[in-house]
């Protein structure tokens, strides 16, 4: 079972259109208008109004979505791994409810606290992290990012994380958080899945998951294989900020693909409704569902084992045989 490992979106196309793009800002001085390049200047990604009004975008746009089931409405607004676990979901849900989501109830989010770090170069981004009413007492820790001046906010990530596991970050005297370089979780989480290891701590996403695959692996008349694969270009590069303890929180997404083969003379039984609403060919021996995830991840200052605090994973893609 083999697989495209390339990274999908729109920030390698936009970031090439705009080779000699730079980002004008104008002071009120005796002087006049003072050019400052974006790809050289350290300047913060938003302020926070832009930030809040950002949110507010966002939220209309994705409940708009919801409610009709239709994936053109937050189109404009999600990007990466969040804007692909989002429009799979969304069309799914058209394909099996054309007049819309009967049960939708509105998403809110109140109690947002913006980290907006001062970086040079494009992307720009900020973090929100904001109580929503959905997923219990979970925060909702939600990337915004941008390539151009004069585009739309997107999210690109999205996680859930228990509330008091949100890391404090480094901010300057001036309010501005830190960006630092996205470490390639990406392609050591891969590797994690498939071998273990000491590179990720112990929990729900890390070593719980390897034990329940392991469990499903083989069972009588089924058998499952697995491909975890890194997802780090354009749309889906890792975005980090410095923690006040000298680490790094780092947003990264990862590609993750099950095979269910069938025993010979059965057929494999197809979960539900969305993952038949998602699913090309004709499902008799084998089932390949394909999955995107977006974690958030605690790496400790000094090395050690890097905490997956929280990760959000949907089914993009599947095909029968």
Known sequence: MSRDRSGRGPRGRNRRARTAASLAVCAVMTSGCVVVHGEREVLPAASRPEAARALARFTDAYNRADRAYDSSLDAGYVTGAFGAIDSARLRAGHANNPGGNSRHTPLTLTDAKYTIPAKAGWPRWFVVNAKGNKGGSARWLMVFVRDDLGEAWRVAYLTLVPAGQVPDFRVGADGWAEAVPGEDLSARYAAYLRDGGKT??????????????????????????????????????????????????????????????????????????????????????????????????????????????????????????
């Open 200 to 321: 990720f701590a112990d929990g729900p996403s890390t070593s719980n998951w390897r034990a329940v695959r392991a469990q499903q692996a083989r069972k009588p008349g089924l058998v499952r294989q697995y491909i975890d694969e890194p997802l780090t270009r354009d749309a889906f590069a890792p975005l980090a900020l410095r923690t006040a303890d000298g680490g790094a929180l780092v947003f990264f997404a990862s590609h993750h693909y099950e095979k269910r083969t069938a025993a010979a003379g059965t057929s494999v039984t197809v979960p539900n409704r969305d993952v038949q609403a998602l699913t090309k060919g004709e499902v008799k021996q084998s089932l390949t569902l394909e999955f995107i995830s977006n974690q958030a991840a605690l790496d400790p200052p000094g090395g050690g084992p890097v905490s997956i605090l929280g990760r959000v994973q949907g089914l993009t893609a599947a095909q029968g045989e």
